[in-house]
């Protein structure tokens, strides 16, 4: 006789006006044998993070292979993460050079768009042409379970436009729903927001903007709801509802702040929605709305874009007023060097945040990182001469059990990087026999 708790659908709502709340997972949403049941088995969350312009490879990768290795400048911010990390050493993507006489331009172009797809792409060509990206041939599948099929996030805005080689539409996006359609990389904190919980029984904007105006929360549209949900939960689930609750009120002030900010200091332009003054700001609010949309399962993968490749973003708040792009030509300098590496480590700093988050958010049985696959890299690893071989690749997360961390592992010459994204879909039950250049699995993976 089987014998279960109070009983919580696993789709469970709070709506409201414009509003479509989903719920974490909480206990009374588990059987009292869960273990039994495929339904009730931690859905596994994949995350791809991308960063542009490659890094400084000596600074880098650990010079000791296993478990022994010491973090380099640019992986001590991980290391709180050190268990779960995998640095993969070795890894190429060999689409993205050039074809000798025919591509002279478009190297940064053809790292972007061949990271996840292991396609080659002609920045040249008149019409855009990559392949589908391993991102959406696992949203393809994980789809059916999910309200949102994927999210695409992204710090710089696709409308930016400027040196990509010629192939901007290449740069500014890392995710292809087919060969010939580039999916846009989202950085506006309101629209995520927005797609996430907002505007899902009513297809009016006008009453989405007037209730943005009032600058009322979707959270007063939903509260006698939790209030009665709250009342049948047990203390366990009304902490995690009660903390849930609080952290999408929080994302939702600091929007309406960058809003407000935006308002006053750019009162000539008309903008959908503010984005933060500084780029930890903004990243921190992106990789929240990020941890939300796992936490209440609305997607099980997505995409971080931290910057388009060529950017010219400058780091005015670690002292860097140079634009990223050309300090990373730097010809041996000195003092150019040591400013590209103060930008990868900033960004190593806001992926430890990101993972902290995932850290920190319970789900089911563990954590969200205890349940995750993250890739973390560049399509470049010497940004200098644009090269796409023996990539800057990390891997980190638990994968329910799937993932042993703590370890460098070195690949032999030629591995291709999408060797990794076939052993990845592989145990995210999406088999694939081939993909892009692929030939083979990486075995070394396993625990």
């Known amino acids: 006789m089987m014998i279960f708790k109070k009983a919580i659908p696993r789709r469970t709502f709070l709506r409201g006006i414009g509003t479509t709340l989903a719920l974490p997972l909480l206990d009374g949403m588990i059987p009292a044998f869960a273990s039994a049941l495929d339904t009730t088995k931690p859905a596994v969350r994949m995350t791809f993070v991308y960063v542009p312009n490659g890094v400084i490879m000596d600074k880098w990768a650990p010079a000791t292979e296993g478990a022994a290795f010491e973090l380099t400048p640019i992986l001590e911010p991980l290391a709180p993460f050190r268990d779960r990390l995998l640095i993969l050493s070795g890894l190429d993507n060999k689409e993205a050079w050039g074809l000798p006489g025919i591509d002279v331009t478009g190297e940064h172009p053809r790292a972007s768009a061949a990271f996840l797809t292991g396609v080659h792409v002609d920045s040249r060509a008149r019409e855009l042409r990559a ?29 930016i436009l400027g040196a990509c080689d010629g192939g901007c539409s290449y740069s500014n996006t890392i995710c292809w729903r087919n060969a010939t359609t580039p999916l ?9 927001f927005e797609r996430l919980f907002g505007t899902s029984d009513s297809t009016n904007p006008a009453e989405r903007l007037a209730r943005i105006q009032k600058q009322a929360s979707i959270l007063d549209s939903v509260t006698k709801g939790a209030t009665r949900l709250m009342a049948g939960l047990g203390v ?14 929080d994302i ?9 900010q935006s308002a006053r200091e750019l009162p000539t332009l008309q903008r959908p929605a ?4 500084t780029f930890t700001e903004h990243i921190k609010l992106m990789v929240d709305l990020q ?13 971080f874009q931290i910057g388009h490749e060529s950017s010219t973003r400058a780091y005015l708040e670690i002292g860097i007023a140079d634009p990223h792009h050309p300090l990373t030509h730097h010809q041996g300098d000195p003092e150019k060097i040591a400013k590209t590496l103060k930008i990868n480590i900033l960004h190593a700093q806001m992926f430890a945040y990101f993972l902290e988050k995932m850290r920190s958010t319970p789900d089911g049985d563990g954590s969200l990182l205890d349940h995750s696959m993250i890739v973390y890299g560049s399509g470049l690893s010497d940004g200098n001469k644009h090269i796409p071989v023996n990539l800057p690749i990390l891997l980190v997360g638990g994968g329910s059990g799937q993932i042993k961390g703590g370890r460098h592992i070195r690949y032999p010459k030629d591995t291709p990087l999408m060797n990794l994204y076939l052993t990845l879909m592989d145990k995210l039950g999406v088999p694939v026999e081939r993909f892009g250049d692929s030939n083979g699995t990486l075995n070394l993976l396993s625990v």
């Open 131 to 159: 392949g589908i990206s391993v991102d959406q041939i696992i949203a393809q599948e994980f789809k059916k379970h999910t309200q949102l099929a994927s999210l695409e996030l992204g710090i710089e805005s696709a409308e």
């Open 252 to 260: 939702e002030r600091r929007i309406q702040m960058a809003e407000e």
């Open 236 to 249: 366990s689930d009304r902490n995690k509802v009660s903390q849930y609750l609080e952290a999408v009120r």
């Open 184 to 192: 846009p990389m989202e950085n506006q904190p309101r629209a995520v």
């Open 291 to 303: 941890v939300l949309a796992y936490q209440c399962d609305l997607t099980r993968v997505s995409t």
């Open 274 to 277: 503010g984005i933060p003054d």
